[in-house]
C-alpha cells in the first residue's frame, strides 16, 4: 500500500471521503489534510465544539492542533452552565495523549492561575505535557520548585542551574 496515495484514492476512486477520514485517523496517514479541515470548520460553525475538538484531536500530522485552533476555541462564548468549548478541547486531547508546546502553554495559564498546581503536576507525572523553556517560564511566576521539574524534563539546564543557584 502507498501511504502517500491511498487517502487519495479512497476520496476520488471510490469516493468515500468518511472512509477517508477513517483510515486516515485511524493511521496518521496524509493526504486527508482537506478533509479534516472542512469537517473541523463545518463542526465548529455549527456550534458543535466537542465533534469539532474530536476532529482536531485524530486528525493525521497534528494539523489541526495549532495555536489558531486554539485561539479559536478561546474566543468562543461560555454559555451558563456548560463547560467551555476551550476545555472541552483540551479535555479530549488529554484523554488521547501528550499536548503540544502550545497546547501546554495555553491549558497550564488557567490552571496556574486558579492555583491548581495539583492538576499541573499530575498531568507531569503523566506525560501529558510537552515540557519547554516557556512552559517552565511560566510555571516558575507560581511554582518554582515545579518549574525545576519541567526544566528537568524538557531539557533547558542552563534554567536547571538558575533553579538550584
Not at 487519495?8 to 479541515?37: C, H, K, W
Not at 467551555?84 to 502550545?102: A, C, M, R, V
Not at 520548585?145 to 534554567?159: D, I, M, T, W
Request: with cysteine.
Amino acid at each position: 500500500v502507498e501511504e502517500d496515495n491511498i487517502i487519495q484514492y479512497i476520496t476520488n476512486t471510490l469516493q468515500n471521503p468518511d472512509l477517508a477520514l477513517r483510515m486516515a485517523s485511524r493511521n496518521n496517514l496524509p493526504g486527508a489534510e482537506d478533509l479534516f479541515v472542512r469537517k473541523f470548520n463545518t463542526l465548529f460553525q455549527s456550534a458543535n465544539y466537542s465533534e469539532a475538538a474530536k476532529v482536531a484531536a485524530s486528525a493525521p500530522k497534528g494539523i489541526l492542533r495549532t495555536p489558531q485552533t486554539i485561539q479559536r476555541f478561546q474566543q468562543v462564548p461560555t454559555t451558563g452552565g456548560q463547560s467551555s468549548p476551550l476545555l472541552q478541547y483540551f479535555g479530549i486531547l488529554l484523554d488521547q495523549g501528550q499536548l503540544n508546546k502550545y497546547e501546554s502553554l495555553e491549558l497550564c495559564r488557567p490552571v496556574l492561575q486558579q492555583g491548581r498546581k495539583q492538576l499541573l503536576e499530575k498531568w507531569l507525572k503523566e506525560d501529558k505535557l510537552e515540557c519547554s523553556e516557556e512552559l517552565g517560564d511560566l510555571v516558575k511566576q507560581a511554582e518554582p520548585p515545579l518549574a525545576l521539574s519541567v526544566y528537568l524534563r524538557g531539557n533547558v539546564p542552563h534554567k536547571v542551574i538558575l533553579i538550584f543557584a
